[in-house]
């Protein structure tokens, strides 16, 4: 077999990354007198990894991220309500395979965005597949599907992902119509899939957003039946960067002066 043949059954049979490495890798055994198992093993065991990273690539475009936010970018020594033991904890995944929910509270620029991000990129290591959306735009989207008579493929769409995670919670009031939409989807996943929550309002003032109080009080206790509710604490990063920037723009200018 040539080798132009081999390249070509490897590639058929989806094998991409043994297909690129496969010649230095036998170099490689060659030289470290390797058997034919290990060598095999050594080949496989990239293509394992290759498939893998290539995954988390997939799951990770899916899930429709607007930044890119590390936990390494997350102090923890500035918030409370939450610890990196317990985001650790999140990040095996366990909440999401019992259909469990996670609300993350607090006020403006404590990272509760930030901590989802950062969560769904140790999520999706684990094949859960997440979505990312604020609360406002999902529930736009659903009025839309409504409006095009496209709001079941929409639903069976979202019931896809084992997370959804809805940012910012109380930002923006909605609608009837609106409310009544996101009341529904809470209710289609009670119990079965999960919901990661961001927000600043306390369970007691959703209905400032939700509207209508009775459905309000029933997507409330869908939601907590199965939560854990994480109520951080701290400085709002965005005004800690603000007075950094100030401080450098005020160093700058004594410097000219």
Known sequence: MTHEELIGNL?????????????????????????YEQYLAG???????????????????????????????????????????????????DFVREGSNVVFYGDFGVGKSHLAIAL????????????????HNLIEQMLEAKRNLT???????????????????????????????????????AERKSFLITTNLTYSQWDKVLVNPLNTKAA???????????NIMGPSHRAEEAKKRQAAKTNLTDKQL
């Open 220 to 230: 409330i206790e869908r939601i907590v039946h199965k939560c854990e509710t994480f």
């Open 11 to 35: 590639r058929k049979l989806n094998l991409a990354a043994m297909a690129e490495g496969y010649i230095e890798a036998s170099r490689a055994a060659e030289k470290a007198r390797l058997t």
């Open 151 to 189: 709001l079941l493929p929409l639903f069976k769409k979202l019931d896809r992902f084992d997370l959804l995670v809805c940012d910012e919670l109380g930002y923006i009031a909605q609608s009837q119509d609106g409310a009544d939409l996101f009341f529904q989807l809470i209710s289609q996943r």
């Open 43 to 93: 080949l496989t065991a990239a293509e394992v990894a290759y498939k893998a990273d290539q995954r988390v690539r997939r799951l990770i475009k899916e899930a429709n991220l607007p930044l890119e936010k590390k936990l390494e970018g997350y102090d923890f020594a500035k918030r409370t309500g939450i610890t990196p033991v317990e985001f650790k904890r999140l990040a095996l995944g």
């Open 120 to 135: 769904i990129h140790e999520l999706v290591k684990k094949n859960i597949r997440c979505y990312f959306t604020s609360t």
